[in-house]
């Protein structure tokens, strides 16, 4: 259930990380909360299914399906949210940017936001879980593609630094084949943003099927990713910016390889 103590920018975060698993209504209403919480805040039930396009028994449902009791409660988390000295601003797009310093603003703040951000989504208890399965791992294989791959390959550094013994290949046959050999007391970490990509979730499979253990580190808690495995460690993009949103969540999940390592070195247990 969310918080009714985050802050704004955690509230969105969270908000947006249900996406996927959200009926189109749902996330027509959800949307709605994350582009307008002031809006929302004030209005009606049915001035906010007017709004979302949707009817008002399903602007109530939308709020249950988000974490909440109903809209009275997701308005309460909203009032203490607006009230925590959060500011209520929509970022520029990178189709505003004019200047040098309009860049370096609208990135840097973007990644800011994704990184404030994780402090709420990522859990602590999932972070020393993972932390204590890597320590015992026999070996750890990491999976990714596309843009989430430079996360995995900072990750299988790491980690062969830290002194495990970790396999990690670009190429997602090669992937499927090392999944298939991995032993119960393996660990596979999958990295994906969206938490769909069907070649991962494939590793993730045929991992599971030899009996190891998945971490999952994706942007998304609705996603099929972050169903699927064992411990999942969520950590959103900027919720502003959509053009910035994979490369703010890249920064997100770096962060969370950083957080593993040093978990794994410091010793923390769940």
Do not use: W
């Not at 601003?89 to 840097?108: F, M, N, Q, S």
């Amino acid at each position: 259930m969310v918080s009714s103590r985050e802050s704004l920018v955690s509230l969105r975060a969270r908000l947006r990380s249900l996406a996927p698993g959200l009926k189109e209504g749902h996330a027509r209403v959800v949307n709605l909360v994350i582009a307008d919480p002031q809006f929302v805040l004030n209005a009606t039930a049915a001035e906010i299914a007017e709004r979302s396009g949707v009817s008002a028994a399903t602007a109530v449902r939308a709020a249950r399906s988000a974490g909440f009791s109903g809209l009275p409660a997701l308005k309460q988390a909203l009032a203490a949210a607006l009230g925590s000295g959060s500011p209520v601003t929509t970022p520029k797009a990178l189709a505003e940017v004019r200047t040098a310093k309009d860049l370096t603003d609208v990135i840097l703040a973007s990644h800011a936001e994704s990184l404030r951000a994780a402090q709420d989504t990522i859990s602590p208890s999932t972070l020393a879980a993972a932390a204590q399965q890597l320590r015992s791992a026999g070996r750890v294989l990491l999976a990714a593609s596309g843009t989430s791959l430079p996360v995995a390959t900072d990750a299988a550094y790491r980690l062969t630094m830290g002194g495990l013994t970790v396999q990690h290949s670009a190429d997602n046959y090669s992937s499927v084949v090392l999944a298939g050999l991995l032993q119960p007391k393996d660990v596979l970490i999958a990295v994906s943003h969206s938490g769909v990509t069907r070649q991962t979730l494939d590793v993730v499979d045929v991992a599971q099927a030899a009996g190891a253990s998945v971490i999952g580190v994706t942007s998304f808690s609705g996603s099929p990713l972050a169903r699927t495995a064992d411990l999942p460690l969520i950590a959103i993009g900027s919720t502003g910016t959509e053009q910035l949103v994979e490369s703010s969540s890249r920064i997100a999940h770096l962060a969370v390889v950083d957080l593993l390592c040093s978990a794994v070195a410091l010793g923390l247990n769940a």
